[in-house]
């Protein structure tokens, strides 16, 4: 289903080229968001069963709140919908600013993508869909960029070319290791934390659930200077070995996301036990998704 209470810490970190450790650049909270993110009125790229509204609207229907440490995003719960009308109103963010070599902490359906896919690249730092598996970070590619099969990280990959055009659009996927880093089973653990390092020469991604001993306490405190290098090993490890990340990946906007069906999660909606058809579903039951909302409480970045 698709009720997914997301209610957690956030950090979003970019790093420097030179070495691990990184110095606080930007951090979002609160009302803070409404000026540094754009509400994107944009038909869904991947053709869900949503319709993004502009931030007077979203604010106005209070699919967009903020107060104080809270800056939450989500759909309409209220409207029985017309199948033949617009789809259920949805919030989609974008950053204004643009990051290259960075680093990450986050949570789920942030992720971050260039102007000219796929050939700027796109990293999902998190994707799931209707609570189930999988929960990975993937990447997406042009043509000639593939990863190891053996590599250090505690994730499971589920592929090796991130080629989107060789892979049916799946890229170059690795899977979680933790059961809670995802759906119900992250939410019940108090969120986490998800952290991307970005540099030219590797991508990493960490999951630290909420109250895990071995979070590093310079992401648990959102400190003004961190070091990756205390982090210990990725679940996800992506090197430049044999793809050329300076050349797969441009400069990425941050977006954060609530879709609902399209093209993945309305295709895996009968696999994962939901009712009926999608897209009938979303426009017959508005209560269904009361619980399924991003719940920021801060977003930091580092350069
Ligand atoms: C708006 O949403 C927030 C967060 O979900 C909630 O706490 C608040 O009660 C809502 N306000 C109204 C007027 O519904
Ligand atoms: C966010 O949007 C992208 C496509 O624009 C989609 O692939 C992804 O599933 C969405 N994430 C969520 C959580 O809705
Ligand atoms: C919540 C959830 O779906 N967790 C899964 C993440 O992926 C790993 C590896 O496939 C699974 O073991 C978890 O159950």
């Given at each position: ?20 450790t ?16 754009t ?23 209070n ?14 719960d ?16 974008q ?37 189930q ?9 042009s ?5 190891p ?5 505690t994730?499971t ?33 108090g ?20 109250n ?19 982090w210990?090993?990725p679940?996800?490890?992506?090197p ?11 400069a ?52």
């Open positions: 289903m698709f009720a997914s209470r997301t209610t957690l810490t956030v950090a979003c970190l970019v790093a420097s080229v030179f070495g691990a990184y110095q606080q650049t930007d951090s979002h909270q609160g009302s803070g968001f409404l000026k540094s993110f509400h994107q009125a944009i038909a869904d790229p991947t053709h869900g069963r949503v319709n993004y509204v502009d931030q007077a609207t979203a604010l106005a229907q699919l967009t709140y903020y107060s104080g440490d809270h800056f939450v995003i989500r759909a309409d209220k409207t029985v919908l017309s199948p033949s009308g617009p789809g259920r109103n949805s919030v989609r963010l950053s204004n600013k643009q990051y290259t070599t960075h680093v990450t902490v986050t949570w789920p359906a942030l992720w971050e993508v260039g102007a000219d896919w796929p050939n700027q690249g796109e990293i999902d730092v998190l994707e799931g869909v209707n609570d598996a999988p929960n990975q970070s993937t990447l997406h590619t043509s000639g960029c593939t990863m099969a053996s590599r250090s990280q994730g990959s589920t592929g090796n070319n991130c080629d989107v055009a060789a892979t049916n659009n799946a890229g170059c996927g690795v899977q979680a290791p933790s059961a809670n880093s995802y759906g119900p089973a992250f939410n019940n653990a969120g986490g934390w998800y952290a991307m390092e970005r540099t030219s020469s590797f991508i990493k991604v960490w999951f630290w659930s909420r895990d001993g071995s979070v590093p306490s310079d992401v648990k405190n959102g400190a003004t200077s961190i070091n990756t290098d205390n210990g090993t679940y996800a490890y992506f430049s070995q044999s793809c050329d990340l300076n050349a797969h990946f441009g990425h906007n941050i977006i954060i996301n609530l879709t609902l069906c399209g093209d993945w999660a309305g295709a895996v909606f009968d696999a994962d036990g939901c009712p009926g058809d999608c897209a009938t579903y979303v426009n017959n039951n508005p209560s269904a998704f009361t619980n399924a909302y991003f719940d920021i409480q801060w977003l930091k970045i580092y350069g």
